[in-house]
C-alpha cells in the first residue's frame, strides 16, 4: 500500500510468512530478505556437550554424553547431521583435532582414544584426559592426575609431570607452550618439561591464544579473565563477563576478537563476544544453560552446553550475525 502526503508517496512493503506447527498458523513481519535466523539446533539432539572441534576440511566433532553413555558425533554438513565416530565412554571430556598427527581424539574418565586415518587407536593414554594439544616437540594430554607427552604419531606417551590436581587445557603461544592446571605452567622446550610462571598468580581453567596473545580464565561464583601481550610471560586482568569460565576461542590471526564460554552460577551461562581485545563484550544468547563448548568455522559459531536442570544440546549462529567475516576476521 501507499502512503500520500504533501508532495510524496511513501511506499510501506510488508511480508508476510505463515508458519505451521502443530497445527496453528503463526505471522511473522520480516523487514527485508536478509533475516537473521538466530541460533539453530544442530543434530546431536538432546545430549550433553562437552567439546567441539572442527578440523581443516570443515568436518565438525562433538564429545556429547547422554545418560547411557558418551561417543564423538562428526558431521559434515555443518552440524545438520551427526554420526557416531564409535569412541565411547562412560564419560567423555573432550575431543580435539591434531593436524599433523591428521588425528582426531577423545578425553574421558577412561583415557584418551583416537581415530588416525580412520583407524581407532585405543589405550593412547590409560588415565583420564581432559584435552590434547600439538606442539613442536608433540602432543601433551591432561588430565588427572598427571600430564603426559608422546610422540607426534601418539605413540610412547609418559608421564611427566603429577601436579596433584587436574590440568585442564593447553596452548602454544610464540613464547612457550602453557597449561592450566594448579597455575599456569610453561614449558620451553615443546611440552617436554614444564614449570610454574612465576608472574601468573592465578590457577586458569581455559586458554587461548593467538601469537603473542593469550587468554586465560578460571574461578567459580564469578571467576577472573587475564590477558597477555607477550606469549604468556607477564598478565594483566581484564574484563571478564558471566560467571565461570569454560572455553575460550580466538580466530587465528584476530588477537582482539575473543569468545567466551560460562558454566554460569544462580543465573544460566552464556557465549560472549569482544572485538577489542577482551576490554567491552557482548552477550550472544547461546540457548544452553551451561556453554562448556564453542567452535568457528568459515560460517558459523557452535555453542555446546550442559546442563542438570535447564536447556542442554548444541546450537549454530552466522558469523554474519556477530558482525565478523570469514573465518571469524571483523568487518
Given at each position: ?171 602454544h603461544t610464540d613464547w612457550a607452550t602453557l597449561v592450566a592446571g594448579p597455575g599456569l605452567l610453561a614449558s620451553l ?143
Amino acid at each position: 500500500m501507499s502512503v500520500k502526503g504533501r508532495g510524496c508517496v511513501v511506499a510501506i512493503v510488508v511480508v508476510v510468512v505463515v508458519l505451521f506447527a502443530g497445527g496453528a498458523a503463526t505471522f511473522l513481519l520480516l523487514r527485508s530478505k536478509d533475516v537473521d535466523p538466530g541460533w539453530v539446533p544442530c543434530g546431536v539432539g538432546d545430549r550433553e556437550v562437552r567439546a567441539i572441534a572442527v578440523d581443516d576440511q570443515g568436518s565438525i566433532y562433538v564429545a556429547a554424553n547422554d545418560v547411557a553413555r558418551g561417543d564423538v558425533f562428526r558431521s559434515d554438513d555443518q552440524c545438520a547431521s551427526f554420526g557416531p565416530l564409535g569412541l565411547t565412554s562412560e564419560v567423555l571430556w573432550s575431543v580435539d583435532w591434531l593436524p599433523r598427527a591428521r588425528a582426531v581424539c577423545a578425553g574421558s574418565r577412561e583415557g584418551m582414544r583416537c581415530v588416525v586415518g580412520g583407524a581407532t587407536q585405543t589405550n593412547v593414554v590409560s588415565a583420564e584426559i581432559y584435552f590434547a594439544r600439538e606442539t613442536p616437540a608433540g602432543v601433551v594430554a591432561g588430565g588427572f592426575p598427571a600430564l603426559w607427552f608422546g610422540k607426534m604419531d601418539l605413540s610412547s606417551f609418559s608421564a611427566i609431570l603429577s601436579p596433584g590436581r587436574a590440568t585442564t587445557d593447553a596452548v602454544h603461544t610464540d613464547w612457550a607452550t602453557l597449561v592450566a592446571g594448579p597455575g599456569l605452567l610453561a614449558s620451553l622446550d615443546g611440552g617436554a618439561t614444564f614449570a610454574p610462571v612465576p608472574t601468573a598468580a592465578f590457577a586458569p581453567r581455559a586458554l587461548a591464544a593467538s601469537g603473542a596473545r593469550v587468554y586465560a580464565g578460571g574461578g567459580s561464583f564469578g571467576g577472573f579473565l587475564f590477558r597477555s601481550d607477550d606469549g604468556g610471560q607477564t598478565w594483566t586482568e581484564v574484563e571478564m563477563p558471566g560467571s565461570q569460565p569454560e572455553t575460550i576461542v580466538v580466530p587465528p590471526g584476530r588477537q582482539e576478537v575473543v569468545l567466551l564460554g560460562t558454566h554460569g552460577d544462580v543465573r544460566p551461562g552464556d557465549a560472549y563476544l569482544s572485538i577489542d581485545g577482551a576490554r567491552t563484550w557482548r552477550p550472544l544468547g547461546c540457548p544452553g544453560s551451561e556453554v562448556h563448548a564453542l567452535a568457528i568455522d568459515e560460517r558459523f559459531l557452535y555453542c555446546g552446553a550442559t546442563s542438570l536442570s535447564g536447556t542442554r544440546g548444541m546450537w549454530r549462529l552466522p558469523l554474519g550475525a556477530l558482525g565478523l567475516g570469514r573465518l571469524g576476521e571483523a568487518i
